[in-house]
């Protein structure tokens, strides 16, 4: 039966009253600082402010390789967003980041199957000779594999490092495999390779090549390096099955152009009776040059954003300041977060706790900590609310995250708002890196975990100092 136009909007009014009836069931359910903290998660839940932060930042800035012309662009967008944002404070803190340029890259094989493969620079790798560079294959399972080569196997041939890298909830295959990435350079040539490429450090099957930073040694020979898109991988598999001798030549026209200037952009929520002591909340700002940068790390960007600007509009300030710290080149080797704890070394006994979300936008599902071990237990009753936002209580084992994963070592207690990262691998550091993976239902949920961790660490009365020992 066909309802009239006036009875389906009674209809939507009575939803919407019955809807905050129990919105406002639930939040009598607690008192004090509890009750802000739901009060929190339903204002994020029902916010799109975070998604709209990242699609302004993907759209309008795009891929920001730090360094380059489009990362000082991305300062500028992130200092007119926070400042029109109304936060208490916001400015900027100079740093000085590597600027390397992609140039092109291209490979193929020339024997014994001639075909065209799938490939990318990795993030600091030199180029290869204008003519290219053209020798044998050898394969490797992993990069302790290459280690034990003989090196009369190895030299002037290109090292080939097919180790996949696992799916798992909590990312973990990407630390097991990534070492290939970072490392298998040097390894390669101090055994006499004359290059390397890598199988992607992904989980996708898709015929991208995933890139990401790589380090050389000083007295090693540096050699040009690559990473191979997946199914590229699996088919210089099948050709060695079939042929002794694999032959590929590889272009690539990277360059290094020194130093420049970017800058960690900073804005703050003026904490209310402990203003110089800090509860830090941060994303990295910089993103790879090969897709737009959505999920690493404007995910993160807009995420700590939001549920800084969360707390910032509440009648009452939380006791400490909520700062949030938008990093610099955090891709080409945690540049941002080095100069930070270096700049601030005079106020680190003032930082609270430390957070920093750089793993996309999949939902929180965990909060871990790394404090005072005879804390725990209290910190997690007092965070105990956030169950109703689907974060579980965790261990004691946490990093913080990236950009800030060296302030433990400087007596800063810091956590990890866990999320699910099942798929996460299959876009990082690829062209598939954009808006469209982004759920903004899980964005929201992030803002709300974020900006209830941020405003009762504000609160807690807790002593968090000295922390564990890390494991």
Not at 112 to 128: E, F, H, R
Not at 132 to 151: C, H, M, P, V, Y
Request: net charge negative; aromatic share 6%; charged share 20%.
């Amino acid at each position: 039966m066909k309802r009239s136009p006036i009875t389906v909007l009674f209809g939507l009014i009575f939803v919407s009253l019955i809807g905050c009836q129990q919105t406002n069931e639930q939040a009598t359910q607690y008192t004090g600082d509890d009750a802000v903290a739901i009060s929190l998660q339903q204002q994020a839940l029902n916010s799109n402010l975070a998604y709209e932060l990242v699609e302004s930042l993907t759209v309008e800035v795009g891929p920001r390789l730090a360094g380059s012309d489009k990362d000082l662009v991305a300062v500028e967008w992130a200092v007119n967003k926070l400042k029109g944002l109304g936060f208490d404070k916001v400015y900027q803190e100079a740093v000085q980041v590597p600027v390397w340029e992609r140039g092109h890259a291209s490979a193929s094989v020339t024997h014994p199957y001639p075909q065209p493969l799938v490939i990318t620079a990795l993030g600091g790798s030199v180029a290869t000779p204008k003519a290219g560079l053209q020798a044998d294959i050898i394969r490797f399972d992993t990069l302790a594999a290459l280690k034990e080569a003989n090196s009369e196997d190895v030299k002037g041939k290109i090292v080939f490092i097919d180790h996949k890298t696992e799916r798992h909830k909590t990312g973990k295959g990407y630390g097991i495999t990534v070492g290939g990435r970072s490392r298998g350079a040097v390894a390669a040539a101090e055994k006499g390779a004359v290059g390397i490429v890598i199988r992607s450090i992904g989980t996708d099957h898709d015929r991208m090549a995933h890139t990401g930073m790589m380090r050389y040694k000083e007295g090693v020979a540096r050699i040009p390096a690559a990473a191979l898109s997946s199914p590229d991988a699996d088919q210089l598999n099948l050709m060695l099955k079939r042929s002794d001798s694999v032959t590929i030549n590889l272009s690539m026209s990277p360059q290094s152009h020194g130093v420049a200037t970017s800058y960690n952009v900073i804005a703050e929520v003026t904490g209310a009776t402990k203003p110089d002591e800090i509860v830090l909340i941060g994303a990295h700002l910089d993103s790879w040059d090969e897709g737009t940068g959505a999920i690493d790390d404007g995910a993160g960007v807009g995420i700590v954003t939001a549920a800084g600007k969360l707390i910032q509009d509440l009648p009452q300030k939380p006791a400490r300041t909520v700062r949030v710290v938008l990093y610099a080149a955090e891709e080409v080797g945690l540049v941002g977060g080095k100069t930070y704890a270096k700049d601030h070394a005079d106020e680190l006994d003032k930082h609270y706790i430390a957070a920093e979300s750089d793993f996309g936008a999949g939902r929180i599902y965990q909060l871990d900590f790394r404090v005072n071990e005879q804390v725990l237990p209290a910190l997690q009753n007092l965070t105990a609310v956030m169950a109703n936002n689907g974060v579980a209580k965790g261990n004691n084992t946490a990093s913080g995250g990236p950009d800030v994963s060296m302030l433990p070592n400087l007596g800063v207690p810091v956590a990890s708002l866990r999320q699910d990262g099942t798929d996460y691998f299959d876009y990082h550091h690829t062209p598939n890196d954009t808006l469209d993976k982004i759920e903004p239902a899980a964005l929201a949920q992030n803002v709300a975990a974020y900006a209830q961790f941020a405003y009762l660490m504000a609160q807690s009365e807790l002593q968090l100092r000295p922390i564990a020992k890390k494991q």
